[in-house]
């Protein structure tokens, strides 16, 4: 007898309908699988062949095979346990057919028959509503998870008996808990913590209300760990589209807790991560440190002292904010809009000017870690200065506090939110060309600033979009709709401090 059961395989975020075909036929007891499936899912025999038994069911002593279609496309992991099972109990008359219908499945089952949680259960409930399945069967540890999709109905199930009995109409499993909205997360380092550094500061709030790229270059202890911590504090809360974003991301990679992911990501890698560990690949391509930071920040501090190659890697979803990987013939595609904050020294030995024993030679060999197209893409960098005694000692003023900066980037993100709408672009950061000319045009004084700009030589092409850009989001925190000589010269500002680092 012949059955057919549906579940997904995840390739990258993306999940890919696969059908597992069992054939239970006379002939010598025997359980193959067939279609291009890893070491995880040709082990799933084992365990199907043992929750069966453990779970009083029978496993059919015949000749049984089962396909998983499309032959050419790879299964890995454990989550087509559950599919498995299914197929095999359907085809074997244990339970009916039609009650598999229009039905997907996905879980990793236990030598017992109890199932366990898979990664990617959101993202095969998109899966499954996108291929017009009614309703989805995951391991109850992923049923608020992948209830996080509208219009599929999730069914969280204990173990392989309950299913059967589902199956057979004999019981029916409790509905997930709603999906819950972001909520504001508590501020645990604020940025009054961090003691002078006004222009670090400033830039600090022009990224994170525009979403923009930031470089710290200063001595040991001036700051700059300190400041980037405190940019998570300083972003809007995840709208609950970015936070299903987030979510699926988690999800993929192992990180998520089962449920919505309410806290925009933070993910500081140390710098001997390999260039794959950092934007994504492998043999069977994972997403790296930026696409785990998607929506979120990624800092990498001690800045040049990543490998050349990892650095490089970068620039491409600098740019586009996606990671292309090709494998196999097949293109992979990861979602990296994250804020990159990083963070270096103004020399190899990191000791106060006075001490300073490098080189010109040293110095130009240490600035050349960081190229000048990586630097292009950075839109704001800032030169900081060890804080003085009286301001670390000091009961004076202690600067805003993250509150207080959060509510201007709060309004500010608000003002991009209606200005973008429907162009699929979240910040400022994010506008492609044409929206950047048709959203932060200047003209006067603001355009006499700018052109001045090109005549020093400090402006390519893609910075002169950078600029305007910055200057966009200077504007909207000062509440302007237009764009004004002293928001350029401001975001010029920023603009030449990539050029002196990059001599």
């Not at 994504?280 to 790296?288: H, S």
């Amino acid at each position: 007898m012949l059955a057919n059961v549906a579940t997904f395989a995840i390739e990258g975020l993306e999940s890919h309908e696969v059908v597992v075909e069992a054939d239970v036929r006379r002939g010598l007891p025997v359980f193959t699988v067939v279609g291009l499936p890893d070491a995880a899912v040709r082990e799933a025999r084992e365990r199907v062949r043992a929750a069966l038994l453990n779970s009083e069911l029978e496993f059919p002593l015949q000749r049984l095979t089962a396909n998983l279609a499309p032959a050419d496309l790879r299964k890995a992991g454990p989550s087509f346990d559950l599919a498995l099972a299914a197929a095999v109990l359907a085809a074997s008359g244990q339970v009916p057919r039609e009650a598999l219908a229009r039905t997907a499945l996905c879980g990793e089952l236990s030598l017992g028959g109890t199932l366990r949680p898979v990664r990617g259960a959101l993202a095969m409930a998109f899966g499954a509503r996108n291929a017009g399945f009614r309703s989805l069967i995951v391991p109850v540890e992923n049923a608020a998870e992948a209830g996080l999709v509208e219009d599929v109905e999730v069914l969280g199930v204990p173990d392989l008996a309950h299913l059967v009995a589902m199956l057979r109409g004999d019981w029916r499993p409790e509905a997930p808990p709603p999906a819950q909205r972001a909520v504001e997360a508590p501020v645990e380092c604020d940025l009054s913590d961090v003691r002078g550094q006004a222009d670090a500061k400033r830039a600090l709030e022009l990224a994170a209300a525009g979403g923009h790229n930031l470089l710290m270059v200063g001595p040991p202890g001036a700051g700059k760990t300190m400041l980037a911590r405190r940019l998570p504090g300083l972003l809007p809360d995840p709208g609950f589209k970015e936070a299903v974003e987030i979510t699926r991301v988690h999800s993929v990679a192992g990180l998520s807790d089962g449920g919505l992911v309410r806290r925009r990501p933070f993910r500081a890698p140390h710098q001997t991560i390999s260039t794959s560990g950092l934007v994504g690949g492998g043999a069977t391509p994972r997403p790296g440190e930026i696409t785990l930071a998607h929506r979120g920040v990624l800092f990498l501090d001690e800045l040049a002292e990543f490998s050349r190659a990892s650095l490089e890697a970068l620039r491409q979803p600098l740019e586009s904010r996606r990671v292309e990987v090709t494998r196999g013939q097949r293109a992979i595609s990861f979602p990296a809009a994250a804020v990159l904050v990083g963070a270096c020294n103004r020399c190899p030995c990191a000791r106060p000017a006075a001490e300073c024993s490098c080189s010109d030679v040293d110095r130009a060999r240490y600035a050349r870690r960081l190229s000048a197209p990586l630097l292009d893409r950075i839109d704001l960098v800032c030169e900081l200065e060890a804080a003085g005694a009286q301001e670390l000692i000091g009961d004076g003023d202690r600067g805003e506090s993250t509150a207080i900066v959060r509510r201007r980037v709060v309004a500010a993100r608000e003002r991009q939110n209606l200005r973008l709408t429907g162009t699929g672009a979240f910040t400022n950061a994010e506008m492609a060309p044409r929206l950047t000319r048709r959203h932060a045009a200047v003209e006067g004084r603001a355009r006499t600033r700018l052109l001045e700009g090109h005549a020093y030589g400090i402006l390519t092409g893609r910075g002169h979009d950078r600029v305007l850009r910055l200057a966009r989001t200077v504007a909207d925190l000062a509440g302007r709709e237009r764009i004004e000589a002293d928001d350029v010269d401001e975001a010029l500002g920023f603009r030449l401090g990539a050029q002196a680092v990059a001599a």
